[in-house]
C-alpha cells in the first residue's frame, strides 16, 4: 500500500516569512495529492490540491510542486500569517481502480510567530 | 465542504457500550469515507462506501467495527463493545461519483470511553 512521509513535523516562522512541508510518497499509481490544514478541534480543511498532469499548482500565498520521478511534492506557503497557524496534512491518492482512500502523512505543527 | 454532517459531534461512552456514528455526505456525493484520528496524530483510513456497498474497508479494524451506507439515510459507523483505546476522532469525508475527486470532510466525531 501506500505510504506517505512528511517533513517536518514542527516548524516556526516569522510572520511575513515563508513555509515549506515537504512529502514523499511510495506508489507510483498516486495521482492526486491534496493538502490539508487543520485547526485545533476543527475538520481539516482542503487549501490546495494538485494532480500529477501538473508539476506546479498556485492560489495566492500557496503553492504546490510536485516531481513525480522522485515522488515528492511540497507546499510553499509566502508571506505567512498568525492565522496560517495549523497543522498542515499532505496526502496521496490514486485516481483510478476501487482504492480511492487518502493516505496522509503525521502532519506538521506550523506557527507563525507575529 | 460545510455540507457534509455529522453527529453527534462529541460522544462519551463506557468500555463495553456501543458507539454510533453518523455521517450524512454532501448533497449530490454517493461516496463515503471514513477516517480515524488518534490524539497529535494524522488521519488513518477506515473504510469507503458507496450507497448500499462497501468498497474498501481494509483500514478498519475486523473485530467490533462496522460500516454501512444505506440507500436512504446516513452512513453509519458502529463500534461495538469500545475500549478505552477507541477514543479519537472519526471524521467522514465525501466525494462525487468519479476518481480522485476532492474529499470533503465534516465536523468529526469525537469519541471519549471511559
Known amino acids: 500500500g501506500e505510504n506517505v512521509e512528511q517533513h517536518p513535523s514542527t516548524l516556526s516562522v516569522q510572520e511575513g516569512d515563508s513555509a515549506v512541508i515537504k512529502c514523499t510518497y511510495s506508489d507510483s499509481a498516486s495521482n492526486y495529492f491534496p493538502w490539508y490544514k487543520q485547526e485545533l478541534g476543527k475538520r481539516p480543511q482542503l487549501i490546495i490540491d494538485i494532480r500529477s498532469n501538473v508539476g506546479e499548482k498556485k492560489d495566492q500565498r500557496i503553492a504546490v510542486t510536485l516531481n513525480k520521478t522522485a515522488k515528492h511534492f511540497s507546499l510553499h506557503i509566502t508571506e505567512t500569517q498568525p492565522e496560517d497557524s495549523a497543522v498542515y496534512f499532505c496526502a496521496a491518492s490514486p485516481d483510478t481502480g476501487s482504492a480511492r482512500q487518502l493516505t496522509f502523512g503525521s502532519g506538521t505543527q506550523l506557527t507563525v510567530l507575529p | 465542504n460545510a455540507g457534509v454532517m455529522q453527529n453527534p459531534r462529541h460522544l462519551v461512552r463506557r468500555r463495553g457500550q456501543e458507539a454510533r456514528l453518523r455521517c450524512s455526505p454532501m448533497?449530490?456525493?454517493?461516496?463515503v469515507y471514513w477516517y480515524r484520528q488518534l490524539p497529535e496524530e494524522g488521519l488513518k483510513f477506515m473504510v469507503y462506501?458507496?450507497?448500499?456497498?462497501?468498497?474498501?474497508e481494509s483500514g478498519m479494524p475486523k473485530e467490533r467495527f462496522s460500516a454501512e451506507f444505506p440507500k436512504e439515510g446516513p452512513s453509519i459507523l458502529r463500534i461495538q463493545q469500545v475500549v478505552r483505546g477507541d477514543s479519537a476522532a472519526y471524521f467522514c469525508?465525501?466525494?462525487?461519483?468519479?476518481?480522485?475527486?476532492?474529499?470533503?470532510f465534516g465536523p468529526g466525531t469525537r469519541l471519549t470511553v471511559l
Open positions: 462506501l458507496q450507497k448500499e456497498n462497501i468498497i474498501d
Open positions: 469525508a465525501s466525494g462525487r461519483n468519479r476518481g480522485g475527486d476532492t474529499q470533503y
Open positions: 448533497k449530490g456525493h454517493s461516496h
